[in-house]
């Protein structure tokens, strides 16, 4: 096992386009650390670097204790699983699972040994004659696996490896994956698109955003204290609903306004100076609650709502309704520090229309689609952002 470090790890493309631009990133020995973001953040792209198969343009990449800037792959002491196996279809599974062994004339016992206790933890030892057309898509990715473990890394690099299973195969297979790292302990570095993948796999989250670390941490700590607007609408779902707001003094204190709606809390003193002024107003789905549901003791606000549509999903009610302000859209493709050298809002309402928010209520609410309700608020769990920076400002 080792740690991995990028030291303002930078990937510029020929045509001069950031893929990764100046990436601080330290991954502790036998760590699972996910990389996540939209199309286009860069969190491949930093694979494939830690990974020698995308040249770093300048940086430094560690692993262990040795600089690998311009070590070739093989060097490297890494195994990849990717997205689509990338299985030999003419080789048996045992071959498929071999084959790197015998690149490396490991001795055949060893092969033998590492290939079968590989198999009885991947549960596909049953398998090891067969070919690969012959297995469904959960067990050529659990080949794949099993060739990443037979070569007893140091680190695995996991890109996507579940995006072209089915869900449920994908629950599975994740639930595959975290058993497997509780066993080996091996220093991981996971790519995904998917949040929600993302969150219940990870030590530690890395969210990217053009090619930027927006945040670094625990699932839970970018889902309770997101550093901007970006990190808050991306981690979560349902996504946390998100509107323009306007703070004003209300005696000794806020009252949050937004289309048609007030809401009142006691003053923070990090939102003093932003009295008098707009801000972008987050509410999480579960920051919404049925009022004959709220215990006494929750510090709550109530705004009265038209339900458009509900959802009962046994566990919880999920209920949706309209809010008569833009919705607040989130440009993925601005650089942060451009906008605030130029002045130009990061994030930004759009110019007309409706929002449409989410809230997550007790399964045993009797809300109806088309019903005018009031719904509770949880003052304790709203969040601010600035509407240029797109910084939380608690």
């Known amino acids: 096992?080792?740690?991995?470090?990028?030291?303002?790890?930078?990937?510029?493309?020929?045509?001069?386009?950031?893929?990764?631009?100046?990436?601080?990133?330290?991954?502790?020995?036998?760590?699972?650390?996910?990389?996540?973001?939209?199309?286009?953040?860069?969190?491949?792209?930093?694979?494939?670097?830690?990974?020698?198969?995308?040249?770093?343009?300048?940086?430094?990449?560690?692993?262990?204790?040795?600089?690998?800037?311009?070590?070739?792959?093989?060097?490297?002491?890494?195994?990849?699983?990717?997205?689509?196996?990338?299985?030999?279809?003419?080789?048996?599974?045992?071959?498929?699972m071999a084959f790197g062994l015998k690149l490396r004339d490991v001795p055949k016992d060893q092969i033998q040994s590492?290939?079968?206790?590989?198999?009885?933890?991947?549960?596909?030892?049953?398998?090891?004659?067969r070919k690969p057309k012959q297995l469904s898509g959960g067990q050529r990715q659990r080949v794949a696996m099993g060739r990443a473990i037979v070569r007893e890394p140091s680190?695995?690099?996991?890109?996507?490896?579940?995006?072209?299973?089915d869900a449920k195969l994908r629950v599975q297979m994740r639930i595959e994956i975290e058993r497997l790292h509780r066993r080996l302990g091996t220093t991981t570095v996971y790519v995904t698109h998917d949040q929600v993948e993302a969150v219940t796999m990870a030590d530690r989250v890395a969210v990217l955003r053009g090619g930027k670390l927006q945040q670094v941490d625990s699932p839970q700590t970018l889902y309770d204290n997101p550093v901007n607007l970006f990190v808050a609408g991306f981690i979560g779902s349902p996504a946390m609903n998100m509107v323009t707001a306007s703070l004003e003094l209300s005696g000794g204190n806020i009252s949050i306004r937004f289309a048609g709606h007030e809401l009142e809390m006691p003053m923070v003193a990090e939102l003093k100076e932003h009295i008098g002024h707009d801000v972008v107003l987050g509410i999480r789905p579960?920051?919404?609650?049925?009022?004959?549901?709220?215990?006494?003791?929750?510090?709550?606000?109530?705004?009265?709502?038209?339900?458009?549509?509900?959802e009962t999903l046994g566990a919880e009610t999920v209920a949706y309704f309209e809010v008569a302000s833009p919705k607040v859209q989130i440009q993925d493709a601005i650089e942060l520090e451009a906008d605030k050298r130029h002045g130009t809002p990061a994030y930004k309402p759009t110019s007309e229309g409706h929002s449409i928010f989410t809230a997550r209520l007790n399964s045993r609410t009797a809300v109806t689609e088309g019903q005018r309700v009031k719904l509770a608020v949880d003052?304790?769990?709203?969040?601010?952002?600035?509407?240029?920076?797109?910084?939380?400002?608690?």
Do not use: C
């Open 286 to 310: 579960e920051g919404f609650e049925d009022p004959e549901l709220v215990a006494g003791t929750t510090s709550v606000g109530h705004i009265e709502v038209e339900l458009s549509l509900v």
């Open 155 to 165: 680190a695995f690099l996991m890109d996507e490896p579940l995006s072209n299973l």
């Open 114 to 129: 590492r290939v079968e206790e590989a198999a009885d933890l991947l549960d596909i030892r049953q398998y090891l004659h």
């Open 1 to 96: 096992m080792a740690e991995i470090a990028l030291e303002k790890a930078t990937r510029r493309f020929p045509d001069g386009t950031l893929g990764v631009d100046a990436l601080d990133l330290h991954i502790a020995d036998g760590e699972f650390m996910v990389l996540v973001g939209p199309s286009g953040s860069g969190k491949s792209t930093a694979l494939r670097m830690i990974a020698g198969l995308e040249e770093i343009s300048s940086g430094d990449i560690r692993i262990g204790d040795k600089v690998v800037n311009d070590l070739p792959p093989r060097d490297r002491d890494i195994a990849m699983v990717f997205q689509n196996y990338a299985l030999y279809p003419h080789m048996t599974v045992f071959e498929n």
């Open 379 to 394: 003052l304790d769990r709203l969040y601010f952002f600035d509407t240029v920076t797109g910084e939380n400002l608690l």
